[in-house]
């Protein structure tokens, strides 16, 4: 259901987490919300999201989930249309009649705006449709690469947010930002809706996390060694990782199930090895 894996273990972020759940309660209300989350590489946004959704899948909502990247930055409307499932083959006849319309203007939609425009337009009136149909949730992921016709139509929805019962949802990495999705991010904050910004995980959450990838606290070599990933989820669980590893392969012995289980592997490594922690 989601494209990203939930860690085993979830630290913290109650208050970015209870935004999110605000634009979740606002949705089973009946009524729309928008969020913006927004932080470095690493930092947990898409995580976040998917905790925060983590609830809704038995609810019957109709959930989307598109993910932008550098490759279809420049194919127009590319990942609204997976975030909405539009395809020629999709079950759904909503979904497939927007998909032959787009077809349709596909080579309007290459060459000049207005057919693009009504390639945006073609999304939105799904949208409406979607959303008077069943609550709808959307999340474009790594915003910060979609299209510019993607940026358009979520620009768009979030302006008429009020108006449908949709949860929109946008990760977004802080910089640098193209001047588009600056301007969607400055509308977004002049009309009050919700901006989270993650920020480092706290040395209390490090802590807990190192806690729960290895089964016992870190002692003080250990903490001065996580402090190197600046309360960075990405590269704790990676230095975390790689310490295992280097142990794995130290201990050829240990090495498979070191390897296997790199919390355990770690936990030995701190008990036997502390000077090659050290240089870690
Ligand atoms: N609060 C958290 N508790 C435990 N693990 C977390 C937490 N937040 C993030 N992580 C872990 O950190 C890693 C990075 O998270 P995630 O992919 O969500 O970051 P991101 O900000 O979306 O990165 P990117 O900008 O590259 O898309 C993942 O392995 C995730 O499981
Ligand atoms: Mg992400």
Redesign the pocket.
Known sequence: MWP????P?????SRELATLHAGIEALRQGGGAAVWVE??????????VV?ALAGTSELGWDIGWGIADQLTERLPLSVMQDCLQVRLSSPDPRRAHAAGLLRSQRLGLFTNGDASASGVEVLMALTDELCAAAPTVMVI??LQWADDASLLVWHQLAASIDQLRLLLIA?C?SDPRRPEVQQVRASLARRGRALVT?GP?TEA?VAD?VTAMLGTPPEDTLRQLTAQAAGN??YL?ELVDSLARERAQASPIGGVSAAHEPAAGLAGCRAERPAQLRLG
């Open positions: 990203i894996d939930r860690p273990k979830w630290v913290d972020r932080g470095e590489p690493g930092i947990g946004k898409s995580s976040l905790e992921d790594d990760t990495r993650l995980l959450d996390l989820p990405l669980r």
